[in-house]
């Protein structure tokens, strides 16, 4: 029932090399960093060193005639992220301080991923204590221009599905389908190496790019063959790497992935813009990162709070998540006049039922209950006892209750968490609260 804990590296690793664009040398450094952080690039050759996170929000759509991937905070800025960030997610590593004293990071020496692959391993993966939080898509998203499509559906797991189409190329049409997990992407996808149209190098290197670039870190393709020593290492080769690259553009969510993702013909620029409409649409439902310190934590409307919860008026008793994580949450109560069991309670005199100020902290503690678990839709959860609660003070039209609780224990199914109720910052009730998670169609 529990999602699998954050992780991040057992310890500091670093590589040396060339951009594959810039050809610029540089220096990388991968640092383990604490829970609940994610990953983060550091421009260390920067006044200050500035930080840049792997989020939406930083993602540049960059022309996909500069086939690369671009991060930008303030004025600093890396491109061609790419295949390390395709590294981190395919072994899945939340939380991660990427160093680095260029631009662009350097390409490995074969153009896969593998090489990054192999020095994580190497540093080992050390598993922390929080839970690792995703980006689950609920409903379908679509996204068209320019003879590209791509798309997402509500998925246990991440699959991708990836359609490429190079007219008068060698194997220029290529389809493939991978239920990704890290297993599968050190075999299938990490030795997957970049590649190059031949009749695209010249107006490439035109524009300044490839310029690290060679028979040896990235595949040349004629329309009979490819130029490289030894061939292709897959028959399908080209459409692994470009599931790679999307691997590496989907980490730009921030969070790990749930979902079936299909691209057709896509590249860089459109991946970036798909990325940012999944997170357009997850704003819209009502449900945005709170902050920009990449802590996962995130506030909910009460359109969200509808998707999650199944209770509707007269005993929908929460009106906004203000804060939510993997071990707490926080929301609030509007009471006014207007509330039903007013009018018997007690007429003349109007104070909300005690009985219903738990309920709606129990209400609260099953949307941090439901944010833990997988397909939230198909669960349920049912409020099984209290202990120790204690009611200090009367709840009126007019106050608003804020509502705070803490998960204390979560074995299998069953879950214990202390809540406390305040209104203008006085504590008015509090309770330990028995909870279940059950399977809403068993």
């Known amino acids: 029932m529990s999602q699998p ?34 990953i983060r690039f550091v421009r260390l050759d920067l006044p200050g060193e ?16 500069l086939r690369r991937t671009v991060l930008k905070s303030g004025n600093a800025e890396v491109h061609t992220v790419e295949h390390v960030l395709a590294a981190v997610a395919g072994l899945e590593i939340d939380n991660l301080v990427i160093a680095l004293n260029a631009a662009e990071p350097p390409e490995p020496p074969d153009g896969s991923a593998s090489a990054y692959v192999t020095l994580f391993q190497q540093a080992g993966i050390a598993e922390q204590q929080a839970t690792r939080r995703y980006f689950h898509v609920l409903e379908p998203v679509r ?9 997402a559906f509500p998925h246990d797991g991440l699959r991708v599905t990836f359609t490429i189409e190079y007219p008068n190329a060698y194997r220029g049409t290529q389809h493939a389908t991978y239920d990704i997990t890290p297993e599968v992407f050190v075999k299938e996808i990490a030795p997957a190496r970049t590649f190059v149209l031949e009749r695209d190098v010249e107006a490439l290197r035109a524009k300044g790019m490839i310029r690290g670039g060679s028979l040896k870190n990235a595949v040349v393709v004629k329309p009979d063959g490819v130029m490289n020593e030894g ?39 459109s991946n970036v813009r798909f990325v940012q409409r999944l997170a357009a649409s997850e704003a819209a439902a009502g449900m945005a990162p709170a902050g920009a310190n990449g802590s996962g934590a995130v506030s909910l409307d009460i359109t969200a709070i509808m998707r999650i919860m199944p209770h509707r008026y007269p005993l929908l008793l929460i009106d906004r998540i203000l804060s939510l994580d993997d071990e707490r949450v926080v929301g609030i109560k509007n009471v006014t006049i207007n509330e039903p069991f007013f009018v018997g309670h007690f007429p003349g005199h109007p104070i909300m039922p005690a009985v219903l100020i738990v309920e709606a902290m129990a209400q609260c503690g099953g949307v941090l209950l439901m944010n833990r678990v997988d397909r939230p839709k198909d669960k349920l959860v049912y409020f099984m006892g209290i202990d120790n609660a204690k009611f200090r003070k009367p709840v009126r039209p007019g106050d608003q209750l804020r509502f705070e609780l803490t998960l204390i224990r979560l074995k299998q199914r069953i879950c214990k968490m202390e809540g406390k109720a305040y209104v203008d910052g006085d504590l008015v009730a509090e309770a330990e609260l028995l909870s279940s998670i059950v399977d809403r169609n068993p």
């Not at 792997?54 to 993602?59: D, E, N, Q």
């Not at 996204?143 to 798309?151: M, Q, R």
């Open 5 to 38: 804990h954050q992780r991040t590296l057992g310890r500091v690793v670093s590589y040396d090399g060339v951009g594959l664009h810039t050809g610029v040398p540089c220096h990388i450094e991968f640092r383990p960093a604490p829970p609940g952080t994610g």
């Open 50 to 65: 500035p930080e840049i996170p792997v989020a939406p929000a930083s993602a540049r759509a960059d022309n996909d005639q």
């Open 143 to 151: 996204h068209e221009e320019n003879g590209v499509v791509l798309a």
């Open 231 to 269: 061939g292709l290492r897959f028959e399908d080769e080209m459409v692994r790497h470009k599931i790679l690259d999307f691997l590496g553009d989907l980490s730009l969510l921030g969070r790990p992935a749930r979902g079936h993702f299909l691209s057709i013909k896509s590249g860089h620029a």
